[in-house]
Structure formats: structure tokens, C-alpha cells
């Protein structure tokens, strides 16, 4: 009697359809999570990406962000030139600021960059406007001869203007974290242009 109860236990259908749901219900929502997780990580790519091009575009037509606002031992080296001799394609001139290592940058100058200019007839969007809560800290900046130009030039050196974040993880639950656990941050996204008219405009 026992053994036909038994069998008849083991060959009963009722209760699958739960057992199943209970099997696939957590997988499902798992597969949910990281896909809504993965979109959103690419979403802050796109943005970091937007917001170091915006970046560059706004450092070669502004005031240097070097502290004290100039070029330094750039612009020395193209003013103890004889006029109108061209530039050295090799010279290896670059002076750096911000990120984690190396001098700051001028603190007024970054902070102009980052928040942007929201006051006035000369309003433009700050990096913050397309990466929320990028701070100085994960800015580097780099000035560079590029060998355009010529030795006494009077707007000064000609630079290459280079731009990248440092160390910033990805923001999420899961991926993001398990990503920064290994080590596993967004890339510099180096974005590299031509200085045009560096002075103190707003």
C-alpha cells in the first residue's frame, strides 16, 4: 500500500507548472537586471565620450588651465626663438595637470570647465551637463608643442591640447561592481586637438 502511494506520488503532475515558474522566475529576472544594467553602463560610456570631446573643444579656445594660466616652459621656448624660424616637429615640450598624479590644475579654470558658464549672454554647458559627477580629480589635461608654427610667433606656442579621465568606475549594482572589483574602470577616452586661440574669453 505504502509502495503504490509512493508511486503514485512520484508519477502526480499537479504542482509542476509552480515548480517550473519558481525554477525560471529568478533567471528571468536576473536576465532583466543585466540587461538594463548593461544598457545603462553603456549610456554612461556614450556620456564620458560626449563629455571629453566637449572638453578638448572648449580647452584649445579658452585661457590655459595650468595653474597660473599659462603655457609656462612652452611658451619660453617658442619666445627664446629667433622670429620666423619654424618650430621643431620633435620638441618635446609638454607640461600636464589634474588626475591623480602631477599638478593641479588652476582651480578656478577647472571648475569653470566642469560647471560651465549658466550666468550672462555667454551661456555654455559644463562637462557635468553631459557626465554627472565627473570632478577635477578625474580630469587630466595636457599641453603639448605640436611643431605647428614659428619661433617668436605672437599669439604664442601652437599646442596640441590633450584630454582624458582618470580611475572612474562604472555606476550600477552588479556588473558595475563586480567590474571596479576587478579593476575594470572606464577607459581615458583621450580626445586630441589643436589649440586655436587660447586667452581668457568667456
Do not use: H
Not at 65 to 76: D, E, F, H, V, W
Request: proline letters at 5%; glycine letters at 12%; a positive charge.
Amino acid at each position: 500500500m505504502n509502495r503504490a502511494r509512493k508511486n503514485g506520488f512520484l508519477r502526480s503532475e499537479s504542482g509542476g507548472v509552480l515548480t517550473e515558474g519558481l525554477i525560471v522566475f529568478p533567471l528571468m529576472v536576473l536576465a532583466v537586471t543585466v540587461c538594463v544594467e548593461f544598457g545603462y553602463m553603456m549610456q554612461q560610456w556614450n556620456q564620458a565620450a560626449k563629455a571629453m570631446q566637449l572638453g578638448v573643444r572648449k580647452l584649445i579656445v579658452s585661457k590655459p588651465i595650468l595653474a597660473g594660466g599659462t603655457l609656462g616652459s612652452i611658451s619660453t621656448t617658442v619666445a627664446n626663438g629667433t622670429g620666423g624660424q619654424l618650430i621643431n616637429a620633435n620638441a618635446n615640450v609638454k607640461l600636464s595637470c589634474g588626475g591623480s598624479a602631477g599638478p593641479a590644475c588652476d582651480a578656478t579654470e577647472i571648475t569653470r570647465l566642469i560647471n560651465g558658464n549658466i550666468t550672462g549672454g555667454n551661456w555654455w554647458p559644463g562637462l557635468n551637463r553631459f557626465f554627472p559627477g565627473i570632478t577635477a580629480s578625474q580630469i587630466r589635461v595636457t599641453y603639448e608643442l605640436s611643431g605647428l608654427g614659428y619661433y617668436g610667433r605672437p599669439n604664442g606656442a601652437v599646442v596640441t591640447v590633450r584630454m582624458d579621465i582618470q580611475r572612474t568606475p562604472f555606476q550600477g549594482l552588479f556588473i558595475a561592481a563586480m567590474l571596479d572589483s576587478a579593476g575594470i574602470t572606464f577607459p581615458p577616452f583621450t580626445v586630441t586637438a589643436t589649440s586655436e586661440d587660447l586667452k581668457n574669453v568667456p
